[in-house]
């Protein structure tokens, strides 16, 4: 049984290069990407929803997709089309390679030593890593089409593309290297 997702695209052949990331990258295939927070009561719970779901539900963050799952499904549908005709490649393994780019390794928290606080360098989640990356992606995308003539579904196939590239002009990508930047300047 081949395992699709959307009802058109194999996730069997795809590859997860960061180890770090490859336990919280779900992939099971599902025709319907709407779980309907069945798995919100469980411990690190996040991890059996389909990472595309996830994405899905990053896009509805914003006023004009709140709440619309189906007007953001179609938006990610016609984004997977774009990718996968500028790339001639699986838009499931482009999305995946654009959040092993994006995902920050470390970030700065905040110590009080006395009265004085102290930025730290610390190592990030995976889970954190994951939803930090899928945030910049849409973040990224609802930005450029924001007061802007493009649609939103093409901003968001050229960001996964830019992303999947590690091409700085990215939005996940260059908040990426920010948060390592300051992160390294405070270790």
Known sequence: ??????????????????MGLAKYINLNSYFNLHTGGRYSNYSAGKRNVNTIERLLNKLMRTEKWTGKKYSA???LKEAFEI?????KQNPVQVLINAI???????????LKYGGIAVPKSVDVSPSRRLDEALRNICIGATSKSFKSK???EECLANEIILASRNDGNSYAVSKKEEIERVAASAR
């Open 1 to 18: 049984m081949d395992r699709l997702i959307m009802g058109k695209y194999d996730v069997s052949g795809i590859q997860i290069h960061d």
């Open 73 to 75: 499904y179609r938006v």
């Open 83 to 87: 990718v996968e005709q500028k790339t």
């Open 100 to 110: 092993e780019n994006s995902a920050p390794r470390e970030e700065v928290t905040r």
């Open 150 to 152: 493009v649609p939103i």
